[in-house]
């Protein structure tokens, strides 16, 4: 009886040091979307593609930074672009507000399977959003 206690603790730290390694990627996952928008705004020039970005472009980065043990399908990325400053407006499409100086905003969600021993199957519910001003 005490071996399965043991164990049942010890997977459990195992799994919450997974759980705390996923929510560090999630936030890190969201500040490198960010970062892939701002520098591909409107006004981009030298890159090859995604230039400038469009959200299909950032959920695709972002899904494929490759980060062991996550799951990508398992992902959802959602960027929004806004006007920074109180009483701009936004013009043209497909992202009106991807011009230089406005803000750019990706919510990165993750449903973290938490498994543990003799419990029911779980998953949790992780999300971090990073916000950045549009440089280019």
């Given at each position: 009886m005490s071996t399965v206690l043991f164990l049942t603790f010890l997977f459990g730290i195992f799994e919450t040091g997974f759980a705390l390694y996923t929510y560090y990627f999630i936030s890190e996952a969201a500040r490198e979307g960010a970062r892939y928008a701002i520098v591909r705004g409107s006004s981009c020039t030298g890159f090859a593609s995604a230039c400038p970005a469009a959200g299909s472009d950032v959920q695709n980065y972002v899904q494929n930074l490759g980060f062991p043990g996550i799951n990508p399908s398992k992902m959802t990325v959602s960027p929004s672009w806004s006007a920074y400053t109180s009483g701009s407006t936004?013009?043209?499409?497909p992202n009106p507000c991807?011009?230089?100086?406005?803000?750019?905003?990706v919510t990165v969600q993750y449903n973290f399977p938490l498994t543990l021993?003799?419990?029911?199957?779980?998953?949790?519910?992780m999300s971090s959003t990073s916000a950045m001003i549009i440089a280019q």
């Open positions: 936004c013009p043209g499409s991807n011009s230089p100086g406005n803000l750019v905003t021993p003799f419990a029911p199957k779980l998953t949790y519910a």
